[in-house]
């Protein structure tokens, strides 16, 4: 994005805000704040791109759009970090993300005390939906006139165009009883204009989603909330890494350590919102023995299930083409014969050739000439696969471990252990999707185990004893410290995250501004 005329503020001032991280988390909040007249100062370890030039179709040269430095994985079923996990630079993991933004259901919130397991959220869904309704306008999310599983729901723009594995999965579903429909999507499907910040031109169906959106069809931060902020006097400051903090004596932070290259340096501030992601986060406090009188920091750590499910079809697929995963189910959020807590959402997948053949060769043990032969079918496969509830667990924890990376801090070391209740899920969810692309036409079908998002790790509560942040995402230890990020998560949720980050980021900016909650359209 065009960082050349925006404000700067000296390194000697005291700013109003330094923001940490400018992704999902980061971006809503800063241009809230800046549009409050506040000064704000973004610290963002990675680069500032211009997506015309830079990003390009091709998976190896978009390597640089993801988290590349190690973190050790351990546990029963270990993470699996790097590429395709989180993302770097201006905009953060929202650069490569696949902009499937379903909205929190309302159960899902509360699964402790509907199940007896998992953990309630300290808000309801009422608090999350004028924020939903907001950020849903703002960043211009496509999704049917008439939503099957809310009635009052309505997207600002119409649908994206439906590819051919979005015609099989409304195929299947249909022939099952099954309810499918266009899903939400942050994706323009028609020229698109909101006030603050340049008209958006709609989706050109490249398919190319997750190594960078060319044309600024597919909302990322660097599109729509950090020009925003921008605007309102907001700096953005690229390639800065940040390490530490200075505290005075009464615990607050005034000010920030962190470095450019080889450049140490200091930006003094009246308050923090650290918005680093689930890893990152809690290893920067873990570092700075900062915010965990709880011992919570690092705990619950989780992920979604997200198991895939692919087939051959008798008719060309040629999944590349166009937005990847233009339908949504969400008749198994409660599957009527569950044995396990919580549900699923099932999405249509496209993906390109490079990841596919990953994919192949890790779920289908493929390698050589065997390979090679599989993979000749690209252009008639399709998959469809879930995002799935994971509960939390204690266990499932971010340590720091004795080596260091390329920063010089400690390397995050996470443990995670899928549990029963994700097994049971991850059984029902492939007996499904079996189902629904047996009764699609597809043969030859296979399954590939994966989960995807970083959750958990800092989670907002109303104890301090048993979390990190109030629910609005301010310290319990440090007043003038706020975190906003995937890492706030109580419970994974069975819906993709960003949306919920940045409906979180906008309530946690109105807290901090002592502003009250805009109003649901539709509310009194
Ligand atoms: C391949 C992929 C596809 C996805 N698709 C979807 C999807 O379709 N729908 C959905 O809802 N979610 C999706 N997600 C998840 C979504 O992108 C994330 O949940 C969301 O962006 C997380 O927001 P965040 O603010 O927690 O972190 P991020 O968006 O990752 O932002 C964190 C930022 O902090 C910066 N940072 C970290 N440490 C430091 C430091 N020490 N100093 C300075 N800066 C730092 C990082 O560089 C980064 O820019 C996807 C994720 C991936 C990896
Ligand atoms: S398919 Fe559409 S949204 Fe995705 S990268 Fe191409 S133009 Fe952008």
Known sequence: MNLDRMRRYAETETVDVVVIGTGAGGAPLLARLAAAGLTVVALEAGANRDPATEFVPDEAMSADLYWMNERVSGGKTPEAFGANNSGVGVGGSTLHWGAFVPRADARDLRLKTETGKGEDWPLSFSDLLPYYEEVERFIGVSGPANYPWDADRR????????NAPAQAMIAGCEALGVKASDGPVAVVSEPYAVGGIPARVPCRNCGYCHQGCRN????????????????????IRPNSFVHGFERDRQGRITAVLYRQGEVEKRQRCAAVFLCAGA????????????ANSSGQVGRNYTAHVATQVWGTFDKPMRMNKGYPSAIITEDMVRPKDADFAGGYLVQSLGVVLQTWSDQVARGRGLWGRDLVRYLDRYNWTAGIGINGESLPSEENRLTLSDEKDATGLPKPLIRYSEGENEARLKRHAVAFMRQVWEAAGASDIWVLERTAHTIGTCRMGTDPDRAVVDPFGRSFDTPNLWICDNSVFPSSLAANPALTIMALSLRAADRFLDRAAPTAVGQA
């Open 279 to 290: 890893v990152e986060t809690p290893r920067l406090l873990l570092v700075n023995d900062l």
């Open 155 to 162: 997207y600002p723009l119409p649908p994206v165009k439906r």
């Open 216 to 235: 600024g069809a597919k909302t990322s931060m660097d599109v729509t909330y950090l020009p925003l902020g921008l605007g309102h006097g907001a700096e």
